[in-house]
């Protein structure tokens, strides 16, 4: 079926466009931006290293535990509806945060990880009805705009706060007034009607959770999440270890974040072109088993930049895909939603483990070789997960 080109100049379909693209804004700042504040949280409040932990913890776990409800809320309500929903609990969740009083500080993280859940999971769905013949370039435009964002946060952080001179707390709120032009540019879709799903979306559709196919694509996504998380919050430790100097090293964990840019762009717009998605998925694989091989040489600064360039490329490649992987294998728009809300429930609970388990194999060994392999363990099975969903098929075929 060839393409409606006038689809996509109409000034609904724009404006559609851009209040994903700011939705897209908000998904990660509230999560990045904490890491490079963790020393200034810590040293105002006196807190541990395990409770700052939490931090960046807690959203993920609020991704696991709200990602299922909300396509049964969508149902009730409409996507549109539970999205603007999760705009504004993102929005309450900085706000509380930004009081600096540690209570409210992770009850906001949480609040803030619960709106982004919703968004994340409901987002595919809305691509997928919206955007039928268009899936692959909405997916890497949505996903592209994350991760920019995710990036600066990470990278502005400490910047706003001492360039500013802002205490840590409302260094953080002002990632909340991404939230604004979000709500603003969504509030025209509150027009459509809530029940305006088809019912015949769920013709044929049982359980999702008992699809073989929806498992390999819930693990797909869980395996890369977990790799990601691990990286963004061991990879500096590690070239320390191997003999990179600590700001350095700081440097080529900001330079793995920027340098995906392009694949999480163009990954999906050729995904979604193929027949299927085998070839990209044993790419991203090989790319991770280079890089990770890399990681077992000590003192060669060229040799572990080039790792770290391949973890990059994987990552924007990976994330992106397994983004995609969930409009392409449903059929409708309800589908799409339900996939989306079981593999980021369970992909999420494993990326919040990765972290914490990683961390207890260097308590345990005092050196990160375990954990290398465990990476390389990880991305086998990640690389016979994305085989499975890389199929030409449905999720209830």
């Known amino acids: 079926m060839r393409p409606n080109q006038d689809s996509w100049i109409t000034p609904k379909k724009l404006l559609l466009l851009f209040g994903i693209i700011f939705i897209a804004f908000n998904l990660r700042p509230a999560i990045t931006s904490v890491g490079p504040l963790i020393g200034l949280i810590r040293e105002d409040t006196g807190i541990s290293n395990g409770a700052a932990g939490l931090l960046t913890t807690l959203p993920l776990l609020a991704f696991a535990a709200l990602s299922p409800a909300a396509p049964a809320a969508s149902q ?32 906001g993280t949480a609040l803030a990880g619960g709106g982004i859940a919703i ?26 705009s994350m991760v920019l964002l995710a990036g600066a946060a990470s990278g502005l952080s400490l910047p706003i706060t001492n360039g500013f001179e802002l205490k840590w707390n ?95 762009f163009f990954i999906p717009v050729f995904a979604a072109r193929l027949p299927n998605q085998k070839g990209i998925v044993a790419g991203i694989s090989a790319l991770y088993l280079i890089g990770f091989a890399g990681l077992f040489i000590h003192g060669s600064f060229l040799l572990l930049m080039a790792s770290v360039l391949l973890f990059g490329l994987a ?9 995609t992987l969930l409009g392409l294998r449903a059929e409708t728009a309800s589908q799409a939603s339900r996939l989306s809300g079981m593999a980021q429930s369970f992909g999420y609970l494993l990326a919040a483990a990765g972290p914490f388990t990683i961390g207890l194999l260097f308590d345990v060994f005092h050196s990160w070789t375990p954990a290398l392999f465990i990476f390389l363990l990880i991305t086998v099975m990640m690389l016979w997960a ?12």
């Open 76 to 107: 009730r309500f409409g996507k549109e509806a539970m999205i603007f929903a999760g705009l504004l609990l993102l929005s309450a969740g900085i706000l509380l945060r930004a009081t600096g009083f540690i209570p409210p500080v992770y009850a």
């Open 119 to 144: 968004c994340n999971v409901l987002l595919p769905g809305i691509v997928k009805e919206r955007f039928p013949e268009h899936v692959g370039i909405m997916t890497g435009t949505y996903t592209t």
């Open 170 to 264: 409302i260094s953080l709120g002002t990632w909340g007034l991404l939230c604004l032009p979000a709500l603003l540019f969504w509030v025209p879709q509150l027009r459509r009607n809530a029940g305006s799903t088809s019912s015949s979306e769920n013709d044929g559709a049982g359980s999702v959770w008992r699809s073989k196919l929806a498992w390999q694509v819930t693990l797909f996504m869980g395996l890369q999440s977990f790799l990601f998380y691990c990286l963004i919050t061991w990879l500096p430790e590690i070239l320390q270890a191997r003999g990179i100097e600590p700001s350095a090293a700081g440097w080529m964990l900001s330079v793995m974040q920027f340098i995906g840019f392009p694949l999480s």
């Open 315 to 323: 990552q924007g490649a990976a994330l992106s895909l397994s983004l």
């Open 386 to 397: 994305g085989a499975g969903a890389g199929r030409d098929r449905y999720i209830f075929s």
